[in-house]
Protein backbone atom coordinates (compact mmCIF):
# COMPACT_ATOMS: atom_id res chain seq x y z
CA UNK A 1 0.00 0.00 0.00
CA UNK A 2 1.34 3.65 -1.27
CA UNK A 3 0.99 6.33 1.15
CA UNK A 4 0.93 8.84 -1.88
CA UNK A 5 1.29 8.08 -6.29
CA UNK A 6 2.20 11.09 -7.73
CA UNK A 7 1.38 10.85 -11.69
CA UNK A 8 3.57 12.87 -14.30
CA UNK A 9 7.25 13.94 -13.56
CA UNK A 10 6.58 17.81 -14.99
CA UNK A 11 7.48 20.69 -12.91
CA UNK A 12 4.38 19.54 -10.43
CA UNK A 13 4.59 16.20 -9.95
CA UNK A 14 8.55 16.97 -9.27
CA UNK A 15 7.67 19.29 -6.72
CA UNK A 16 5.23 17.39 -5.06
CA UNK A 17 7.05 14.67 -5.09
CA UNK A 18 9.91 17.16 -2.98
CA UNK A 19 7.79 18.16 -0.76
CA UNK A 20 5.94 14.73 -0.06
CA UNK A 21 9.41 12.70 0.29
CA UNK A 22 10.88 15.22 2.27
CA UNK A 23 7.30 14.90 4.57
CA UNK A 24 8.96 11.24 4.57
CA UNK A 25 6.03 9.89 2.49
CA UNK A 26 8.13 7.90 0.16
CA UNK A 27 6.00 9.07 -2.98
CA UNK A 28 6.12 6.89 -5.50
CA UNK A 29 6.02 8.96 -9.03
CA UNK A 30 5.13 7.55 -12.41
CA UNK A 31 6.89 9.06 -15.38
CA UNK A 32 4.67 8.50 -18.07
CA UNK A 33 5.41 8.61 -21.41
CA UNK A 34 6.97 11.98 -21.51
CA UNK A 35 9.90 11.61 -18.43
CA UNK A 36 10.87 15.30 -16.90
CA UNK A 37 7.34 16.50 -18.74
CA UNK A 38 7.25 19.35 -21.39
CA UNK A 39 10.14 21.21 -20.35
CA UNK A 40 12.60 18.73 -21.20
CA UNK A 41 11.26 19.42 -25.16
CA UNK A 42 12.79 23.16 -24.75
CA UNK A 43 16.12 24.76 -24.54
CA UNK A 44 16.98 27.27 -22.16
CA UNK A 45 14.47 28.47 -19.82
CA UNK A 46 15.39 32.21 -18.87
CA UNK A 47 12.20 32.52 -16.45
CA UNK A 48 12.33 30.14 -13.70
CA UNK A 49 13.65 31.79 -10.69
CA UNK A 50 17.26 30.92 -9.31
CA UNK A 51 18.61 30.59 -12.79
CA UNK A 52 20.08 34.44 -13.74
CA UNK A 53 21.49 32.90 -17.05
CA UNK A 54 19.15 30.56 -17.73
CA UNK A 55 19.05 26.80 -17.55
CA UNK A 56 18.50 23.80 -20.20
CA UNK A 57 15.19 22.65 -19.85
CA UNK A 58 16.34 18.93 -19.89
CA UNK A 59 18.93 19.95 -16.89
CA UNK A 60 16.60 21.53 -14.96
CA UNK A 61 14.11 18.44 -14.71
CA UNK A 62 17.02 16.29 -14.38
CA UNK A 63 18.03 18.34 -11.25
CA UNK A 64 14.29 18.51 -9.92
CA UNK A 65 14.28 14.72 -10.17
CA UNK A 66 17.38 14.43 -8.45
CA UNK A 67 16.68 16.90 -5.61
CA UNK A 68 13.31 14.42 -5.19
CA UNK A 69 15.03 11.07 -5.46
CA UNK A 70 17.80 13.02 -2.02
CA UNK A 71 14.68 12.68 0.11
CA UNK A 72 13.35 8.69 -0.86
CA UNK A 73 10.46 10.06 -3.64
CA UNK A 74 10.81 6.56 -6.16
CA UNK A 75 10.48 7.55 -9.26
CA UNK A 76 9.26 4.81 -11.71
CA UNK A 77 8.74 4.71 -15.79
CA UNK A 78 5.47 3.60 -15.87
CA UNK A 79 1.91 5.33 -17.06
CA UNK A 80 -1.34 5.52 -15.38
CA UNK A 81 -4.07 3.41 -17.61
CA UNK A 82 -7.29 3.28 -15.09
CA UNK A 83 -7.98 4.55 -11.54
CA UNK A 84 -10.78 3.52 -9.17
CA UNK A 85 -10.46 6.24 -7.21
CA UNK A 86 -14.05 5.77 -5.61
CA UNK A 87 -12.71 2.79 -3.82
CA UNK A 88 -10.66 3.43 -0.40
CA UNK A 89 -7.76 2.70 -1.03
CA UNK A 90 -7.72 4.42 -4.82
CA UNK A 91 -6.86 1.25 -6.66
CA UNK A 92 -4.71 2.31 -9.55
CA UNK A 93 -3.76 -0.06 -12.97
CA UNK A 94 -0.11 1.00 -13.94
CA UNK A 95 1.12 -0.69 -16.77
CA UNK A 96 -1.24 -3.37 -15.68
CA UNK A 97 -0.06 -4.12 -12.25
CA UNK A 98 -2.54 -2.94 -9.53
CA UNK A 99 -1.58 -0.21 -6.72
CA UNK A 100 -3.62 0.66 -4.23
CA UNK A 101 -2.70 4.09 -2.24
CA UNK A 102 -3.87 6.37 0.30
CA UNK A 103 -3.61 9.95 -1.58
CA UNK A 104 -2.88 10.43 -5.13
CA UNK A 105 -1.86 13.56 -6.58
CA UNK A 106 -3.02 14.11 -10.62
CA UNK A 107 -0.15 16.10 -12.22
CA UNK A 108 -0.27 14.84 -15.65
CA UNK A 109 -0.16 18.24 -17.65
CA UNK A 110 -2.03 19.09 -20.98
CA UNK A 111 -0.87 18.49 -25.01
CA UNK A 112 -0.51 21.36 -26.80
CA UNK A 113 -2.38 20.95 -30.04
CA UNK A 114 -0.79 20.79 -33.44
CA UNK A 115 -1.39 21.83 -36.78
CA UNK A 116 0.02 18.16 -38.77
CA UNK A 117 1.33 19.96 -41.67
CA UNK A 118 4.87 18.97 -43.46
CA UNK A 119 7.53 20.95 -41.10
CA UNK A 120 6.02 21.58 -38.35
CA UNK A 121 7.71 18.42 -36.37
CA UNK A 122 11.11 18.44 -38.16
CA UNK A 123 11.37 22.68 -36.91
CA UNK A 124 10.22 22.38 -33.79
CA UNK A 125 12.42 24.83 -31.41
CA UNK A 126 13.95 25.58 -34.99
CA UNK A 127 11.88 28.54 -35.31
CA UNK A 128 8.56 26.46 -34.86
CA UNK A 129 7.01 26.98 -30.96
CA UNK A 130 3.32 26.58 -29.19
CA UNK A 131 4.22 29.12 -26.28
CA UNK A 132 4.87 33.12 -26.70
CA UNK A 133 5.24 33.66 -23.18
CA UNK A 134 8.15 30.94 -22.88
CA UNK A 135 10.11 31.38 -26.07
CA UNK A 136 8.50 35.00 -27.41
CA UNK A 137 11.79 36.75 -26.03
CA UNK A 138 14.32 34.89 -27.29
CA UNK A 139 16.89 36.29 -29.35
CA UNK A 140 16.15 33.99 -32.38
CA UNK A 141 12.87 36.01 -32.66
CA UNK A 142 13.71 39.60 -32.11
CA UNK A 143 13.41 41.83 -34.19
CA UNK A 144 12.18 39.38 -36.69
CA UNK A 145 8.97 38.86 -38.67
CA UNK A 146 7.02 36.20 -36.95
CA UNK A 147 3.90 34.39 -38.41
CA UNK A 148 1.61 33.36 -36.00
CA UNK A 149 -1.72 31.29 -35.63
CA UNK A 150 -4.23 32.89 -33.78
CA UNK A 151 -3.21 34.80 -30.72
CA UNK A 152 -0.22 37.84 -31.54
CA UNK A 153 -0.23 41.03 -29.32
CA UNK A 154 2.34 39.48 -26.53
CA UNK A 155 4.95 39.02 -29.27
CA UNK A 156 5.00 42.80 -31.00
CA UNK A 157 7.21 43.67 -28.04
CA UNK A 158 9.47 41.27 -29.75
CA UNK A 159 9.20 40.91 -33.80
CA UNK A 160 9.43 43.24 -36.12
CA UNK A 161 6.07 42.02 -38.07
CA UNK A 162 3.62 39.60 -37.41
CA UNK A 163 1.19 38.05 -39.66
CA UNK A 164 -1.69 36.73 -38.23
CA UNK A 165 -3.33 33.61 -39.26
CA UNK A 166 -7.06 33.01 -38.92
CA UNK A 167 -9.32 30.49 -40.43
CA UNK A 168 -11.83 32.57 -40.54
CA UNK A 169 -12.26 36.59 -41.09
CA UNK A 170 -12.95 37.52 -37.55
CA UNK A 171 -10.98 36.83 -34.52
CA UNK A 172 -12.61 34.73 -31.30
CA UNK A 173 -10.61 36.63 -28.56
CA UNK A 174 -13.22 39.61 -26.96
CA UNK A 175 -13.86 42.63 -28.86
CA UNK A 176 -11.64 44.65 -26.96
CA UNK A 177 -8.97 42.68 -27.50
CA UNK A 178 -9.67 41.80 -31.13
CA UNK A 179 -9.62 45.55 -32.35
CA UNK A 180 -6.84 46.19 -30.33
CA UNK A 181 -4.85 43.68 -31.93
CA UNK A 182 -6.08 44.42 -35.26
CA UNK A 183 -4.95 48.35 -34.69
CA UNK A 184 -1.30 47.36 -34.03
CA UNK A 185 0.93 48.41 -36.97
CA UNK A 186 3.14 45.70 -36.65
CA UNK A 187 0.50 43.49 -37.02
CA UNK A 188 -1.17 42.17 -40.29
CA UNK A 189 -4.06 39.59 -40.42
CA UNK A 190 -4.37 36.85 -43.13
CA UNK A 191 -8.01 36.07 -42.84
CA UNK A 192 -9.43 32.88 -44.61
CA UNK A 193 -6.04 31.01 -44.48
CA UNK A 194 -4.26 27.96 -43.32
CA UNK A 195 -0.55 27.06 -42.83
CA UNK A 196 -0.29 24.33 -45.10
CA UNK A 197 4.17 23.84 -44.52
CA UNK A 198 6.61 25.11 -42.59
CA UNK A 199 9.70 25.96 -44.75
CA UNK A 200 12.45 24.91 -44.96
CA UNK A 201 13.96 22.01 -43.31
CA UNK A 202 16.31 21.73 -45.46
CA UNK A 203 17.88 24.46 -43.81
CA UNK A 204 17.05 23.49 -40.47
CA UNK A 205 15.38 26.40 -39.37
CA UNK A 206 12.13 28.16 -39.94
CA UNK A 207 12.63 30.53 -43.25
CA UNK A 208 9.00 31.13 -44.30
CA UNK A 209 5.54 29.16 -44.16
CA UNK A 210 3.13 28.20 -47.27
CA UNK A 211 -0.38 29.64 -46.73
CA UNK A 212 -3.25 28.64 -48.49
CA UNK A 213 -6.60 30.52 -48.86
CA UNK A 214 -9.65 28.28 -47.80
CA UNK A 215 -11.91 30.44 -49.56
CA UNK A 216 -9.92 30.29 -53.02
CA UNK A 217 -7.46 27.56 -52.71
CA UNK A 218 -4.88 30.28 -53.79
CA UNK A 219 -1.26 29.28 -52.18
CA UNK A 220 1.60 31.85 -51.32
CA UNK A 221 4.54 32.21 -49.25
CA UNK A 222 5.76 34.38 -46.01
CA UNK A 223 9.28 34.93 -44.83
CA UNK A 224 9.53 34.53 -41.19
CA UNK A 225 11.86 33.87 -38.57
CA UNK A 226 9.48 31.99 -36.77
CA UNK A 227 5.85 30.33 -36.07
CA UNK A 228 3.98 30.75 -33.31
CA UNK A 229 1.31 28.06 -33.07
CA UNK A 230 -1.71 29.08 -30.64
CA UNK A 231 -4.25 26.78 -31.39
CA UNK A 232 -5.09 25.66 -27.78
CA UNK A 233 -4.08 22.28 -25.65
CA UNK A 234 -5.79 18.67 -24.48
CA UNK A 235 -5.24 18.47 -20.97
CA UNK A 236 -4.09 14.78 -20.12
CA UNK A 237 -7.00 13.44 -17.76
CA UNK A 238 -9.24 11.23 -19.93
CA UNK A 239 -8.12 8.21 -17.14
CA UNK A 240 -10.08 10.19 -14.76
CA UNK A 241 -13.10 11.05 -16.68
CA UNK A 242 -16.08 10.43 -15.11
CA UNK A 243 -15.00 10.22 -11.33
CA UNK A 244 -12.73 13.44 -11.37
CA UNK A 245 -14.83 17.04 -12.13
CA UNK A 246 -13.24 18.60 -15.11
CA UNK A 247 -14.48 21.21 -17.39
CA UNK A 248 -15.59 20.65 -20.78
CA UNK A 249 -11.86 21.00 -22.66
CA UNK A 250 -11.08 18.38 -20.01
CA UNK A 251 -9.44 20.29 -17.52
CA UNK A 252 -9.41 19.19 -14.15
CA UNK A 253 -11.80 21.66 -11.72
CA UNK A 254 -10.48 21.81 -8.35
CA UNK A 255 -13.21 22.11 -5.68
CA UNK A 256 -10.92 24.41 -3.90
CA UNK A 257 -7.05 25.28 -4.30
CA UNK A 258 -5.83 21.60 -4.96
CA UNK A 259 -8.15 19.37 -3.63
CA UNK A 260 -10.52 17.74 -6.50
CA UNK A 261 -14.30 16.29 -5.82
CA UNK A 262 -12.25 13.02 -4.40
CA UNK A 263 -11.23 13.30 -0.58
CA UNK A 264 -7.83 12.23 -1.33
CA UNK A 265 -7.07 13.20 -4.86
CA UNK A 266 -5.49 16.54 -4.97
CA UNK A 267 -4.24 17.76 -9.29
CA UNK A 268 -1.21 20.27 -9.68
CA UNK A 269 0.27 22.32 -13.04
CA UNK A 270 -0.69 22.55 -16.35
CA UNK A 271 -4.00 19.58 -16.67
CA UNK A 272 -5.79 21.94 -14.24
CA UNK A 273 -4.61 25.48 -15.44
CA UNK A 274 -5.87 26.84 -18.69
CA UNK A 275 -4.95 30.46 -17.61
CA UNK A 276 -1.04 30.49 -16.82
CA UNK A 277 0.39 26.88 -17.76
CA UNK A 278 4.16 27.78 -16.35
CA UNK A 279 6.84 25.70 -14.79
CA UNK A 280 6.57 28.06 -11.92
CA UNK A 281 2.82 27.95 -11.40
CA UNK A 282 2.86 24.45 -11.79
CA UNK A 283 5.81 23.89 -9.49
CA UNK A 284 3.33 26.30 -7.11
CA UNK A 285 0.26 24.11 -7.38
CA UNK A 286 3.15 21.03 -6.89
CA UNK A 287 4.16 22.06 -3.31
CA UNK A 288 0.45 23.22 -2.58
CA UNK A 289 -1.27 19.52 -3.64
CA UNK A 290 2.12 17.85 -1.30
CA UNK A 291 1.12 19.98 1.55
CA UNK A 292 -2.99 18.77 1.39
CA UNK A 293 -1.72 15.20 0.63
CA UNK A 294 0.06 15.30 4.11
CA UNK A 295 -2.48 16.99 6.06
CA UNK A 296 -4.89 14.41 4.58
CA UNK A 297 -2.62 11.61 5.85
CA UNK A 298 -2.39 13.02 9.49
CA UNK A 299 -6.33 13.46 9.82
CA UNK A 300 -7.00 9.98 8.49
CA UNK A 301 -3.85 8.93 11.09
CA UNK A 302 -5.08 10.54 13.82
C1 LIG B 1 8.29 24.27 -26.01
C2 LIG B 1 7.88 24.73 -24.65
C3 LIG B 1 8.65 25.65 -23.99
C4 LIG B 1 8.27 26.07 -22.72
N1 LIG B 1 9.06 26.99 -22.09
C5 LIG B 1 8.71 27.43 -20.87
C6 LIG B 1 9.50 28.42 -20.21
O1 LIG B 1 10.50 28.89 -20.73
N2 LIG B 1 9.09 28.81 -18.96
C7 LIG B 1 7.95 28.32 -18.36
O2 LIG B 1 7.67 28.71 -17.23
N3 LIG B 1 7.18 27.40 -18.98
C8 LIG B 1 7.53 26.95 -20.21
N4 LIG B 1 6.74 26.04 -20.84
C9 LIG B 1 5.53 25.57 -20.17
C10 LIG B 1 5.92 24.48 -19.15
O3 LIG B 1 6.65 23.47 -19.82
C11 LIG B 1 4.67 23.87 -18.52
O4 LIG B 1 3.87 24.89 -17.96
C12 LIG B 1 5.05 22.87 -17.43
O5 LIG B 1 5.86 21.86 -17.96
C13 LIG B 1 3.82 22.26 -16.80
O6 LIG B 1 4.22 21.31 -15.88
P1 LIG B 1 3.28 20.09 -15.47
O7 LIG B 1 4.03 19.34 -14.45
O8 LIG B 1 1.93 20.58 -15.14
O9 LIG B 1 3.08 19.22 -16.79
P2 LIG B 1 4.10 18.56 -17.83
O10 LIG B 1 5.42 19.21 -17.83
O11 LIG B 1 3.33 18.53 -19.11
O12 LIG B 1 4.29 17.07 -17.29
C14 LIG B 1 3.25 16.14 -17.35
C15 LIG B 1 3.78 14.80 -16.88
O13 LIG B 1 2.70 13.88 -16.76
C16 LIG B 1 3.08 12.64 -17.33
N5 LIG B 1 1.85 11.91 -17.70
C17 LIG B 1 0.83 12.29 -18.50
N6 LIG B 1 -0.11 11.32 -18.57
C18 LIG B 1 0.34 10.32 -17.76
C19 LIG B 1 -0.18 9.04 -17.40
N7 LIG B 1 -1.34 8.56 -17.86
N8 LIG B 1 0.56 8.25 -16.57
C20 LIG B 1 1.75 8.69 -16.05
N9 LIG B 1 2.27 9.90 -16.34
C21 LIG B 1 1.56 10.70 -17.20
C22 LIG B 1 3.96 13.04 -18.51
O14 LIG B 1 4.73 11.95 -18.98
C23 LIG B 1 4.79 14.14 -17.84
O15 LIG B 1 5.85 13.58 -17.12
C24 LIG B 1 7.09 25.58 -22.11
C25 LIG B 1 6.31 24.64 -22.78
C26 LIG B 1 6.71 24.21 -24.04
C27 LIG B 1 5.87 23.20 -24.75
Known amino acids: MEKVV ?24 LTGRQPGGLLTTTST ?29 RVQFGCLEAANVKETPIHLTIDGEVVKTETLIIAT ?7 GVPGEHLLENKGVTYCATCDGALPMFRNQPLVVVEEALYLTRFASKIHLIHRRDALRASRIMAERTLAHPKIE ?9 VLDVKQDKVTGVRVKNLKTNAESTIDCAGLFVAIGHVPNTHVFKGAIHMDEAGYIVPE ?22 QAITAAGMGCAAAIEAERYLEALNQ
Not at 8 to 27: E, H, S
Not at 51 to 63: A, K, N, S, V
Open 109 to 115: GASHKHL
Open 256 to 277: KGVKTNVPGVFVAGDCADRVYR
Open 45 to 73: VENFPGFPEGIDGFELMTRMQKQAERFGA
Open 189 to 197: PVWDSAVTE
Open 6 to 29: IVGTGCAGLTAALYTARANLKPLV
